[in-house]
């Protein structure tokens, strides 16, 4: 692993906080997480009173990948892949949590996923989504983030995988265009944390 993290860690997280109190849509009835189930998150969302809907989104990702002939997305590829896993009506979601998914997605899938994300979200939802800032190529850790508090996250290395792209600040302003507005948080460690406002 190419960071000194640890294998756990407890970190404060300025774009969750921003999530939880200072998005447009600040009553979050209905939460996709991308990032698969754990009863923390369950917990803490569900004391809130939000209805979760979890999947997770790399495996997914993985699975399908290796259906493919080619191993490597085209868009009818990416389209049956949004189709198969986020069959979801408009406007279901109030928000997301990608957390950091979406960086070790095929770019041709990423540019079908995204606009579908901002699709199925409610007006004013917001998109939490974290993306490391090592350059590509880099083996970094793929997290699991469980919820302490609004402003709290506890990370545990779920795996480790090489960075298939690095995303700069206007990468990420293209890659959202779909959206009406997205932000951005500066952070200590090497996770680059972006909220994306439909």
């Not at 774009?15 to 939880?20: E, N, P, Q, T």
């Not at 997914?60 to 049956?80: C, I, N, Y």
């Not at 690095?166 to 009406?180: P, V």
């Amino acid at each position: 692993m190419q960071n000194s993290q640890p294998a756990v860690y407890r970190r404060k997280s300025s774009g969750l906080s921003h999530f939880f109190e200072h998005s447009p849509a600040r009553t979050y009835n209905a939460i996709l997480d991308l990032g698969g189930l754990n009863q923390e998150n369950v917990n803490f969302l569900g004391h809130l009173g939000c209805r979760i809907h979890a999947l997770d989104l790399l495996s997914d990702f993985d699975d399908f990948r290796h259906e493919l002939p080619t191993g490597k997305f085209d868009s009818a590829a990416a389209e049956q892949f949004v189709h198969r896993h986020l069959k979801f009506e408009p406007e279901q979601f109030d928000a997301i949590l990608a957390w950091d998914a979406l960086e070790h997605l095929d770019l041709q899938l990423l540019s079908k996923l995204v606009p579908w994300l901002n699709h199925i979200l409610a007006p004013g939802g917001g998109l939490l989504t974290f993306f490391h800032t090592q350059s590509r190529g880099a083996t970094v850790p793929v997290y699991r983030y469980l919820i302490e508090d609004t402003d709290v996250l506890t990370l545990r290395v779920h795996q480790e995988r090489i960075l298939p792209q690095t995303f700069s600040n206007r990468n990420l302003e293209n890659l959202f265009s779909s959206f009406n507005s997205i932000k951005f948080f500066l952070t200590r460690d090497s996770l680059r944390e972006v909220i994306a406002v439909r």
